[in-house]
């Protein structure tokens, strides 16, 4: 099970950190977040694999949103920075234990099995 929580209201240009907590030894899965806006399709957002052996951010939030991981504690972390209008979104953390050459498989959401509740991120001017 995950338990995706930090969500909440914010004004644009502020900061807001998730928190992804797994039942299990977070190390042996990649954790993923992800969002989802209304009418828009879930979109990948980071990824932190292995406890950290390989991380990824999406090229377009690059600089702004930061994954990292506690995997004494089995968190994994998103902090976010500089937060625009069109950061409001579900935020959804995903976890799969599958190892894939392909790394780019990753982006996608049906490479994952395990699925939180999501948090609501809403900014607003």
């Known amino acids: 099970q995950l338990q995706a929580s930090g969500g909440g209201a914010v004004q644009v240009g502020g900061s807001l950190r998730l928190s992804c907590t797994i039942s299990g030894r977070s190390s042996d899965y990649v954790i993923g977040w992800f969002r989802q806006a209304p009418g828009r399709e879930r979109e990948f957002v980071a990824s932190d694999s292995w406890g950290g052996l390989y991380i990824v951010h999406a090229h377009s939030l690059t600089g702004r949103f930061t994954i990292s991981g506690d995997h004494g504690k089995n968190t994994v972390y998103l902090e976010m920075n500089s937060l625009k209008i069109e950061d409001t979104a579900v935020y959804y953390c995903?976890?799969?234990?599958?190892?894939?050459?392909?790394?780019?498989?990753?982006?996608?959401?049906?490479?994952?099995?395990?699925w939180g509740q999501g948090t609501q991120v809403t900014v607003s001017s």
């Open positions: 995903a976890a799969t234990t599958g190892s894939y050459v392909d790394s780019s498989r990753y982006y996608f959401p049906e490479t994952y099995d395990y």
